[in-house]
C-alpha cells in the first residue's frame, strides 16, 4: 500500500522537506530563477521610461507584475502625465491653426 500524503499545504512542505530535499531544491532554484527574470524584465523597462522608476521599482518588487503588465502600467502613467500638457498646449494654440 503507498504512503497516504498530508493535504495541508506546510504538511506537505514538511514532509517533501523530510523525504525529499532534493525536489523541494529544485522547485526553489527554479522559483529563485524565475522571479529574477520577472524583476529583470520590469527593470529594464526603466531605461526606456525615465521620470517613472518609482512605479517601477514598486513593480519590480510587489512579487507578482510581470514585464508586459508593468510595461502596460508605465504607458497609462506616461498617458496620464502627458495628458495635462495636451491639453493645455492646445487650449493656447489660437484658433485658426486648431
Do not use: S, W
Not at 525615465?50 to 519590480?60: D, E, K, N, R, V
Not at 507584475?65 to 504607458?75: D, F, K, P, R, S
Amino acid at each position: 500500500m503507498t504512503e497516504q500524503l498530508p493535504n495541508q499545504p506546510a504538511a506537505v512542505r514538511a514532509y517533501l522537506e523530510k523525504h525529499r530535499p532534493d525536489l523541494v531544491a529544485a522547485i526553489r532554484e527554479e522559483g529563485a530563477a524565475c522571479e529574477r527574470e520577472r524583476i529583470q524584465a520590469v527593470h529594464d523597462l526603466a531605461k526606456d521610461a525615465p521620470g517613472h522608476q518609482a512605479l517601477i521599482q514598486t513593480l519590480m518588487f510587489d512579487g507578482h507584475t510581470t514585464g508586459g503588465e508593468a510595461a502596460m502600467q508605465v504607458l497609462n502613467a506616461e498617458r496620464h502625465a502627458r495628458t495635462p500638457a495636451a491639453d493645455n498646449h492646445q487650449a493656447a494654440t489660437p484658433a485658426r491653426f486648431t
